[in-house]
C-alpha cells in the first residue's frame, strides 16, 4: 500500500518561506518523477513543480524563481522551498508522482499566504 504523506505547511505573511516535506513508503521510490500539486477551494489542482529520478527539475510559470523542489532518495522524501510567497500562493498542496495515481493522492498540507 502506497501511503504519500505531506507535512511543514502553516500561516505565512506576503513575502515569507516555508518548506514542504512529502514522506513516500510503499513504492520504489527511485524510480518514479515526483511533483508538487496544489488546490485552491473551487479551483482545479495543477500541477507546481515535477523532479525526475535523475534530478531533472520543471515549474509551472507561476512559480518559477521563487519555488525550489529536491528529493532525497535514502530517506524517500520530496521537498518544496518556497520563497517570496504571495496570496495566490494559498492552497492544500499535495505531492504524487507525475503523471500523477489517482489512489496515491494523501491528506496534503495547508499553505496560507495573508497578512
Known amino acids: 500500500q502506497v501511503q504519500l504523506v505531506e507535512s511543514g505547511g502553516g500561516l505565512v505573511q506576503p513575502g515569507g518561506s516555508l518548506r514542504l516535506s512529502c514522506v513516500a513508503s510503499?513504492?520504489?521510490?527511485?524510480?518514479?518523477?515526483m511533483g508538487w500539486y496544489r488546490q485552491a477551494p473551487g479551483k482545479q489542482r495543477e500541477l507546481v513543480a515535477g523532479?525526475?529520478?535523475?534530478?531533472?527539475?520543471n515549474y509551472a510559470d507561476s512559480v518559477k524563481g521563487r519555488f525550489t523542489i529536491s528529493r532525497d532518495n535514502a530517506k524517500k522524501t520530496v521537498y518544496l522551498l518556497m520563497n517570496s510567497l504571495k496570496p495566490e500562493d494559498t492552497a492544500v498542496y499535495y505531492c504524487?508522482?507525475?503523471?500523477?495515481?489517482?489512489?496515491?493522492w494523501g491528506q496534503g498540507t495547508q499553505v496560507t499566504v495573508s497578512s
Open positions: 504524487n508522482a507525475l503523471p500523477p495515481v489517482g489512489s496515491w
Open positions: 510503499g513504492m520504489i521510490f527511485t524510480i518514479y518523477t
Open positions: 523532479i525526475s529520478s535523475g534530478g531533472t527539475t
